[in-house]
């Protein structure tokens, strides 16, 4: 069954956006938390370098996806444009 009300499926889609975002937050928190309260002397530095270089950029790979997910969010309606065009050029004449 496909509705022709937008307004569902956009509080859906900011939804998913908005829980994203939750997620992303508690996720740099908890890494800002674990680099700035482990003690990081006690263990080798080779090793201590590489987690807070994993945790640094598990953040920015989690904020590079919000941004493409926003992007795409956006960019919904002239996709599915060319998908369209795409799909009539295909059919043969």
Do not use: H
Not at 2 to 21: A, C, G, Q, R, Y
Not at 37 to 52: E, H, P, Q, V
Not at 74 to 92: N, S, V, W
């Amino acid at each position: 069954m496909e509705t022709t009300d937008t307004e569902d499926t956009w509080s859906l889609k900011l939804f998913v956006l908005l829980l994203f975002v939750i997620v992303l937050f508690i996720g740099a928190a908890s890494a800002y938390y674990i680099i700035t309260k482990t003690n990081w002397d006690a263990i080798d530095k080779n090793l201590a370098a590489t987690t807070k270089l994993f945790y640094v950029y598990s953040v920015l790979l989690g904020i590079c996806l919000l941004g493409t997910l926003a992007w795409l969010v956006a960019d919904e309606r002239r996709i599915r444009r060319l998908k369209q065009q795409f799909e009539k050029e295909k059919q043969p004449s």
